[in-house]
């Protein structure tokens, strides 16, 4: 039971405190309490505690942060919708592909594909486009019309001797060949993080995602970028879609946007998902998607508060700087005779355990290990986040370099009771 917290840290009904390497669910990027936040919440909600974005409405808070959205924006980008969650705002941006085509006189293309290992969220349509197997097994999805491809995870799947080019064209031509099979009249839209996050934090090799955008446009798929952990500065840039130069047409983040302290999401769409919007609103007087919490004005005073913090700090450089010290600390792991590959980007990085470093197997019997880790951790004073044989860090954006010392001095501790357990 965690009851209270403080920067990177978290303490439990007892006052035993905790470092947790992955900012909870990757999202509590100013740490795990603000004053500043708590402010901006008590007024906006002493000021208009509630308001809604329904049929031509909305509020000034809601309206600053689309602004502001758009204006940050990776690519030219024309407006923000707003819900509550990562996947909320996924299975909007899945609508509008299905919404775009059909307006377009091609209701047949709407078969959405995602990646195996993928993660959007828990929402139906999220799921679907989700390639998490336990999360899919004995719900009955994916539903209909979800396709997925292979993860691009090159160190688990390369060929002996394959380049991460190779490997990446090999990966293009799995999706260009999946089209194919399908009827590229049928399929709408593609969905992708930046770097995969819950599927293993795995950054894309190198010349996947150019590949990848050349074959939706030749198709011409809609590309839904999803930003949920990779926005707001995760990866070193402010957008993962700069990092890895994507384009999307749409473009969701969550979690960050209010330094997870409130529930808000946005999608943000291109003039071209925008246009056909208007067509419907032509059609029956306005967009005829909404729910009760789109922009709720409280989640969006505690969001716009969380960029003007970004700004003060430079998240930006300051995920930079102390993301290479991070990626530093976990380099001087990969010595280990238990770990197979240290990667990452920004504020992000992972290490895979594997139980032998030439065949690159995981490590054996990995549920269990998983368990055992996360108690050592735990004895430690460590929460890690443990994805099947990797362990990945994506502490606040605002640690500093003590914060990053602490992570590792106690996970070297972790790693150590790992080779004793197994010796
Ligand atoms: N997309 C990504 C990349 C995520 O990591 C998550 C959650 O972890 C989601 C979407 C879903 O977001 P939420 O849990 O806010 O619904």
């Known amino acids: 039971m965690i009851d209270r917290g403080e920067g990177a840290w978290v303490y439990d009904e007892h006052g035993q405190g905790y470092i947790d390497a ?46 502001r959205l758009v204006e940050m924006a990776p690519v030219p980008m024309s407006k923000a919708l707003f819900q509550c969650s990562g996947s909320e705002a996924n299975d909007v941006a899945i609508k509008l592909v299905w919404h775009y085509h059909t ?10 594909i995602g990646r195996q290992m993928g993660y959007h969220g828990s929402t139906c349509a999220s799921i679907s486009a989700s390639g998490k197997p336990d999360m899919h097994r004995d719900f009955g999805v994916p539903l209909q019309d979800f396709l997925h491809v292979s993860m691009p995870h090159y160190y688990r799947f390369h060929e002996d001797g394959e380049s991460e080019e190779d490997y990446s064209a090999r990966l293009a031509e799995e999706l260009e060949n999946l089209i194919l099979a399908e009827g590229p009249e049928t ?129 930006v450089a300051r995920a930079r700087e102390t993301g290479a010290y991070m990626q530093a600390l976990a380099e001087r792991e990969a010595g280990r005779a238990i770990v197979g590959d240290v ?65 590792f001095t106690r996970l070297g501790r972790v790693l150590d009771d790992v080779e004793l357990a197994l010796a």
């Open 187 to 315: 399929i709408g839209g593609f969905i992708a993080e930046p770097v995969l996050g819950a599927g293993g934090a795995v950054p894309p090799p190198e010349g996947y995602f150019a590949r990848v955008q050349d074959i939706l446009h030749k198709y011409d798929i809609l590309f839904i970028v999803d930003e949920v952990i990779c926005g707001f500065a995760r990866t070193g840039e402010m957008w993962g879609s700069t990092t890895y130069d994507l384009k999307p047409d749409m473009l969701s983040c969550a979690k960050a946007l209010s330094a997870g302290m409130a529930p808000i999401s946005a999608v943000l769409v291109n003039d071209r998902i925008f246009d056909a919007l208007l067509v419907q609103a032509g059609r029956v007087g306005h967009f005829a998607h909404s729910a009760t919490y789109c922009a709720h004005p409280v989640a969006a005073a505690v969001a716009n508060e969380v960029l003007d913090i970004y700004e003060e700090m430079d998240v």
């Open 22 to 67: 992955t900012s909870g669910l990757w999202c509590a990027s100013l740490g795990f309490s603000q004053e500043r936040l708590a402010r901006a919440a008590y007024d906006q909600m002493s000021r208009l505690g509630y308001y809604h974005t329904q049929a031509h409405y909305t509020h000034p808070m809601g309206a600053r942060l689309a602004e």
């Open 103 to 112: 307006i377009l006189g091609k209701p047949e293309k709407r078969k959405i």
């Open 343 to 407: 990667r990452g980007v920004g504020m992000l990085c992972a290490i895979e355990l594997t139980g032998d470093k030439a065949t690159r197997t995981p490590l054996p019997e990995i549920d269990r290990m998983a368990e055992f880790i996360a108690e050592r951790g735990r004895a430690h004073g460590l929460l890690l986040r443990a994805i099947g044989p990797t362990l990945a860090f994506a502490p606040p954006l605002n640690s500093n370099r003590e914060d990053v010392d602490e992570i």
